[in-house]
């Protein structure tokens, strides 16, 4: 298609990547990007980019990509619990500062030949192009002015996103129990001898640690020192003794952001402003400069704006989808994570690993095969035996009070069944299935439902629920199919055991 001009309102990752991919694209369209910051006051700190999507960049734009690789720090992953950890290795995530990701893409826009407009905040509708890319980030106007069917879901637990000036060996996860409550830190290192602490509570204990208080008083462009100052305290270990650094850091709620349409006759939302996924996987970025990958390509080959738009979103709303759930899965988790703190490290690890459903396993014993050997042992009380990780999990004989189960696969009868049908395990209707449990007593549950695997994964932490707010002996029914989600729920302490329907069994 003939594009005379673009305008990109939006200077973040995926703003600038689109401007540069579509200048290279259309060499004669006049491409400006809009970003209403000055180029060097931006907010947050460092973000990972995975293994997948460095191979998309690479090949979209080789040379952006090795610019951003030379400009990342490789690092791996450790699960603390008190002095108890474990590590697993990845050789390709890499972690970038914001500000350098924001440089290196501007500098390639701008050689491509993208003029860069700072310092001014502008609307789609006043902007004279052909096409205006709508990269206005999570708060996009563009968005709450439009046409485009527009949901936000809230997360329950709080967020913070800050940093410190020292290049941590590994990204961590670790908790600390307070008089308040638990917090939790996802610590990940990033160029310049910095590390990001994005540092996670629930609601009950931030108002307990009077952080209700605390962000009310915050104005807008500062950042909740009372709330660093208590974290570097409790992270000290982490943090080895270092301050927490804050960029206008203040409490935040998760917000998810669907969309029912992402085009609107010459407008095209990209990025935060069309979808969100929770940070705990780490994939906003990823996601923005995708889309300015794929909005691009159908910029080229489609015939008009229409026909390109509608391609675009054919090609990414699947993928966005996704990532949607898993990052609502991967959410949930978080929010319900200190339940799981009597978990020894390596099986935290699994089930960490396995909470959105999309590590089995047995890609998990290939990749940390150490790892999954100490969580088989913690799981089974010896050591696992060479082989499908998966058989040998079913197999192993269960104690629940007075009663003994020769594996986990075997019938247990007059237990209440409990149909489950909710989305959110946390939810109303998930505190209803907990209460129904509880007052079936006796022998315990089993669990049922649609035969699909996300009911099966939802079921898993259903039952979690019941398990731990219970103690009831849980059976989870699940098709034999998914034999490797309901072993990965064995190890991680969602189940007791499992009921196999299906030819497979
Ligand atoms: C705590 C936290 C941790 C994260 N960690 C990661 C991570 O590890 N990996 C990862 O990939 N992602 C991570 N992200 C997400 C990531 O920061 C975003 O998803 C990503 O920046 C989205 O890019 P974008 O270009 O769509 O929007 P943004 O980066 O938000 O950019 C939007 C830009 O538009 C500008 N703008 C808005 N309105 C206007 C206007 N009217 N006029 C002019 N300019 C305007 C804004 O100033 C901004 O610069 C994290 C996010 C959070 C909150």
Not at 286 to 303: H, Q, S, T, W
Not at 468 to 491: K, P
């Amino acid at each position: 298609m003939q594009l005379r001009r673009v305008a990109v309102l939006g200077g973040g990752p995926g703003g600038l990547y689109a401007a540069r991919l579509l200048k290279l694209a259309h060499p004669t369209c006049e491409v400006t990007v809009h970003e209403q910051g000055d180029p060097d006051t931006t907010f947050g700190f460092g973000v990972g980019l995975a293994a997948g999507t460095q191979r998309r960049l690479e090949a979209a734009d080789p040379d952006t990509l090795r610019d951003l690789a030379a400009a990342g720090l490789r690092h791996d992953m450790t699960l603390q619990v008190g002095d108890d950890r474990v590590r697993v290795r990845n050789d390709r995530l890499i972690g970038v500062a914001r500000t350098e990701l924001l440089t290196i893409l501007a500098r390639h826009a701008e050689k491509a030949g993208v003029a860069l407009e700072f310092g001014r905040r502008r609307a789609a509708g006043d902007l004279d192009a052909d096409v205006v890319v709508a990269a206005d980030g999570v708060s996009s106007a563009t968005r709450e002015a439009g046409p485009f069917g527009s949901r936000v879901d809230v997360g329950r637990g709080l967020y913070l996103w800050c940093a410190t000036d020292i290049t941590l060996p590994d990204a961590v996860f670790a908790p600390v129990e307070t008089e308040h409550g638990v917090f939790v830190t996802h610590a990940y290192p990033y160029s310049g001898g910095r590390s990001t602490f994005l540092i996670e509570t629930d609601g009950r204990t931030w108002r307990r640690a009077g952080f209700d208080a605390t962000t009310a008083a915050t104005p807008a462009d500062a950042s909740d020192e009372v709330s660093l100052r208590f974290l570097e305290r409790i992270f000290a270990e982490q943090l080895r003794g270092n301050p927490l650094i804050g960029n206008r850091t203040r409490w935040l709620q998760f917000r998810t952001v669907h969309c029912d349409r992402w085009s609107d006759r010459n407008t095209v939302l990209l990025g935060d402003a069309a979808h969100t996924a929770h940070f705990s996987v780490g994939s906003g970025t990823k996601l923005a400069m995708e889309d300015a990958i794929a909005l691009v390509e159908a910029l080229r080959d489609e015939p008009g704006t229409g026909a390109a738009f509608a391609r675009y979103e054919e090609v990414r709303r699947p993928a966005v989808e996704r990532m949607q759930e898993l990052s609502r899965r991967s959410r949930l988790w978080w929010e319900s994570f200190p339940s799981r703190l009597d978990l020894p490290a390596a099986r935290l690890m699994v089930a960490y690993m396995s909470r959105a459903g999309n590590v089995p396993l047995d890609r998990l014993a290939g990749t940390a095969p150490e790892v999954v050997a100490a969580a088989l042992e913690q799981y089974a009380g010896a050591p696992a035996s060479a082989g499908n990780p998966t058989d040998w999990v079913l197999d192993r004989p269960l104690s629940h009070g007075d009663l003994r189960f020769p594996n986990r696969t075997v019938d247990v009868d007059g237990l209440a069944t409990l149909d489950v049908g909710v989305d959110d395990p946390w939810s109303d209707a998930g505190d209803a299935l907990v209460e129904q449990a509880r007052r079936g007593g006796g022998a315990g549950c089993r669990i049922t439902g649609p035969p699909d695997r996300a009911a099966l994964l939802t079921r898993l932490d259903v039952a979690e629920r019941i398990r731990r707010e219970t103690g009831a002996l849980v059976v989870v029914e699940g098709s034999a199919t998914f034999r490797d989600d309901l072993a990965a729920g064995l190890v991680s302490g969602r189940t007791d055991l499992v009921s196999l329907t299906g030819e497979a069994a």
